[in-house]
């Protein structure tokens, strides 16, 4: 800085004062010309003005301004904004005093009517959001309130943003950030949700119960079922064995009752082979009563021929003298 009356100094000795003054008066333009130049970001525009009437929009790029007649009146964001309004006082039809934030998401569209609309636009939104809220919430009840944010989201956005298309302003979406009913009414809905909570867990435990009681008595029912068939299956099989063994039993004395009369058949046989003569025949006929009258029987059939058994007998005992 020091150095430049110095070198402006030696330029004047050295430079006629044309010369100083030409290169005074380029270097004034160059200044100017390059103040003038103006380059527009992404997402941005400019309103212009020449001579204090509106001129142009400068969109996205690089643009000159015309010197001393043209001046930027607005730099205006053009990508959507969101307005964090403080909470505003409401009351509900049933006369419940509470506490409501809103949240406005906007978005620029038209940049002359928002540089020219109105002075201060965003005010504008957050009183209009107050007044709108207010008329809203009036028509509901508490319990109403508090479970149709989307249907009061709704209306607010379509009033918004009706009310702002003169400022060139969109409202894409409104939401309640927050409800603060009073303590007393927190208090209340909070005894109220314990309730609820405690029915539901009554109900869930009672249903639990039931579905165990059922199952329980299906358990049973399937238990009993399977042990009367475990019953009429052991009973079958008992039937089967007790039906087979008799079969078998009875196969048994009819073999033992076909041995039998195969020996005697074949006693006979031997006994006529042998050629026995009738003092043998008499002598086991007698044998034979005499097993007959040592059994159980309390009938006795004697042959009417008396004689012809005493007969029988003095031939027997002459038969055993011999023999001894």
């Keep these: 800085m020091n150095t430049l009356p110095i070198i402006l100094a030696s330029a004047k000795e050295t430079l006629d004062p044309i010369t100083v003054v030409f290169i005074v008066a380029l270097s004034i333009v160059l200044l100017i010309f390059i103040s003038c130049l103006k380059v527009v970001p992404q997402g941005h525009a400019k309103v212009i003005e020449r001579l204090g009437k509106y001129h142009t929009t400068w969109q996205t790029g690089v643009h000159f301004k015309a010197p001393f007649i043209d001046r930027i009146a607005r730099s205006v964001v053009l990508m959507e904004q969101v307005a964090d309004f403080p909470p505003q006082p409401v009351i509900t039809s049933d006369n419940v005093k509470m506490q409501i934030d809103t949240v406005v998401f906007y978005q620029i569209t038209d940049c002359k009517l928002f540089a020219y609309g109105h002075v201060n636009p965003i005010a504008a939104i957050e009183n209009l959001t107050a007044t709108t809220l207010r008329n809203i919430i009036g028509d509901l009840e508490l319990d109403a309130t508090l479970t149709s944010r989307d249907v009061i989201n709704t209306k607010m956005r379509s009033i918004l943003d009706e009310a702002t298309d003169p400022w060139g302003i969109k409202v894409n979406r409104v939401e309640l950030k927050n409800i603060i009913p009073p303590r007393e009414i927190q208090e209340a ?10 029915r539901r867990e009554s109900i869930l435990r009672a249903e639990g119960e039931k579905k165990s009681a059922i199952l329980i008595a299906e358990g049973q029912k399937q238990s009993r079922i399977l042990e009367a068939e475990a019953a009429k299956q052991a009973e079958i099989l008992r039937a089967t064995a007790q039906k087979e063994a008799k ?6 004395e009819a073999e033992a009752i076909l041995k039998v ?12 082979e042998a050629g026995a003569s009738r003092e043998s025949l008499i002598l086991k006929s007698l044998e034979s009563m005499e097993r007959v009258a040592d059994g159980q029987a ?19 005992n002459e038969i055993l003298g011999e023999k001894k």
Excluded at 247 to 252: Q, T, V, Y
């Design 189 to 198: 809905m909070e005894k109220q949700m314990k309730a609820e909570r405690e």
């Design 247 to 252: 079969i078998l039993e009875a196969e048994g």
């Design 261 to 272: 009369q195969q020996a005697t058949a074949d006693g006979i046989k031997m006994i006529n």
């Design 298 to 316: 309390t009938k006795i059939i004697v042959p009417s021929d008396m004689q012809s058994v005493a007969s029988l007998l003095a031939s027997a």
